[in-house]
């Protein structure tokens, strides 16, 4: 496995934890729950990388974001309660692993800008991560 696997590997089973909604990873071609039905998306956006000097290893940044996506009509106390519940899974500091890659989570999640769509109201939950190799 590559570390970039390992990295994505280590980020969705932390989110995994996640049980009070279905969870839908686009980047695996999962279809969302019909209409009227509130699920979190998740997606992982990798950064890059960027060698660090001292040390002669690779330094990789990246986001992992899950979508809060609650149907019209439930109203923003519900979509930002279900993020503030995915926010405390991913404290700041907390480490997570694959094989020996090691990921830590480089700031406490932000809840970003709601916005209202034609059927649904989305909330995203931002996670910033870094691991060096």
Known sequence: MSVEEDVEIALFTKAKEYTDLPLVFPNYDAIPPTSGSAYVEVTHFRNGSRPIT?????????????????PLGEGPGEARKRAGDIAALFPKNLRLTKNNTKVVISKRPVLGTAAPTDVKYELPVSIYYETSI
């Open 54 to 70: 001292l040390s002669y290893e690779d330094f990789f940044i990246g986001i992992l974001q899950m979508m809060v996506c609650c």
